[in-house]
Structure formats: structure tokens, C-alpha cells
């Protein structure tokens, strides 16, 4: 084999572990949301998710001021509540959109309840739970991706409550 050659081969090889690790990412990252904009991702291969709320929904919350989260530990079941979160404008509470075991609170949230607003998605997270398989293979049946929740978004824009 020649050194051209043997020097194409190996770019190949690793421009294709590189293609595979950015696929196992994508399908790690990508987020689900409800109709009540709470959003869901899965963050490991323990079934572990983290959960959070929408852009919008924090948009339309305002400054949150304070947040009540369950203990670590807590089973909830999907569309229970399992946060509440006190702004300028309304206290809203958030459900659960599926049904796991807490595993971690934002403890952060604590002290610096504005990080919601500022970073909904990264920082602002709420909470982390446990989810069996089968919760976490139905998440892309039973809630939107990103694509479907943008078209939720601007089908419903014109709603009071959505």
C-alpha cells in the first residue's frame, strides 16, 4: 500500500468514529416538550432525563422569583405536578412528562431562581429522574420534538392558554 493511500485510510477511519460519536450525541440531546411546555431530555445511557421548561413558557411566566421542587427520591407519574414556580406576573405549576423517580434538584434554583429565564435549557433546568425503558423508548410517541413543538408554537400562537 502506498503512503498516499495508507494516509487516506486513515483519515477515513477517523472521519468515520467521528460521524458515529456525533450521531450517539444527537440522539442523547435531542428534546422532547408537552403541550404544557415542559421539556425532556435524556441525558445518559442510565435512563437518566433531565427536565425543564420551554422558552416560551418562561417567556410568558416573566422574572421567576422562586421555585418549589420535590424531594430527591419523589415517584411521580406523567402530568403530575411536580414543580411550581412563582414569577412577577403568575405561579405556574409544572407536570411531569413522564413518569420517573427524582434523582436530582437544581439546587441552584434555590438561590438563583432568574437562571430559568436567563438559560431555560443549560442552566435553568428543574429536575433529573430515573425512567424505565419503556418511558423513556415512548418519548418520541407520546411528546413532540422540537420540530413538532415550533409548529405547536405558531399553530397556537394565538391563543390565550396553550
Given at each position: 500500500?502506498?503512503?498516499?493511500?495508507?494516509?487516506?485510510?486513515?483519515?477515513?477511519?477517523?472521519?468515520?468514529?467521528?460521524?458515529?460519536?456525533?450521531?450517539?450525541?444527537?440522539?442523547?440531546?435531542?428534546?422532547?416538550?408537552?403541550?404544557?411546555?415542559?421539556?425532556?431530555?435524556?441525558?445518559?445511557?442510565?435512563?437518566?432525563?433531565?427536565?425543564?421548561?420551554?422558552?416560551?413558557?418562561?417567556?410568558?411566566?416573566?422574572?421567576?422569583?422562586?421555585?418549589?421542587?420535590?424531594?430527591?427520591?419523589?415517584?411521580?407519574?406523567?402530568?403530575?405536578?411536580?414543580?411550581?414556580?412563582?414569577?412577577?406576573?403568575?405561579?405556574?405549576?409544572?407536570?411531569?412528562?413522564?413518569?420517573?423517580?427524582?434523582?436530582?434538584?437544581?439546587?441552584?434554583?434555590?438561590?438563583?431562581?432568574?437562571?430559568?429565564?436567563?438559560?431555560?435549557?443549560?442552566?435553568?433546568w428543574l429536575v433529573?429522574?430515573?425512567?424505565?425503558?419503556?418511558?423513556?423508548?415512548?418519548?418520541?410517541?407520546?411528546?413532540?420534538?422540537?420540530?413538532?413543538?415550533?409548529?405547536?408554537?405558531?399553530?397556537?400562537k394565538d391563543a390565550?392558554?396553550?
Open positions: 500500500m502506498s503512503a498516499s493511500a495508507l494516509l487516506l485510510f486513515r483519515h477515513t477511519i477517523k472521519f468515520h468514529s467521528i460521524r458515529q460519536f456525533h450521531i450517539t450525541v444527537r440522539v442523547l440531546n435531542e428534546r422532547f416538550y408537552t403541550k404544557k411546555h415542559e421539556w425532556v431530555q435524556v441525558i445518559n445511557t442510565k435512563n437518566e432525563v433531565r427536565i425543564g421548561i420551554s422558552e416560551f413558557a418562561q417567556n410568558a411566566l416573566g422574572d421567576v422569583v422562586y421555585c418549589e421542587l420535590p424531594a430527591i427520591g419523589a415517584k411521580l407519574k406523567r402530568e403530575e405536578t411536580f414543580a411550581t414556580l412563582e414569577s412577577v406576573k403568575a405561579v405556574a405549576d409544572c407536570f411531569m412528562p413522564v413518569d420517573g423517580e427524582i434523582s436530582k434538584v437544581n439546587e441552584n434554583l434555590k438561590t438563583q431562581a432568574d437562571l430559568i429565564n436567563k438559560s431555560p435549557y443549560s442552566d435553568g433529573q429522574a430515573i425512567v424505565d425503558d419503556k418511558n423513556k423508548n415512548d418519548m418520541g410517541k407520546t411528546l413532540m420534538n422540537e420540530a413538532k413543538y415550533k409548529e405547536f408554537l405558531e399553530k397556537n390565550a392558554d396553550h
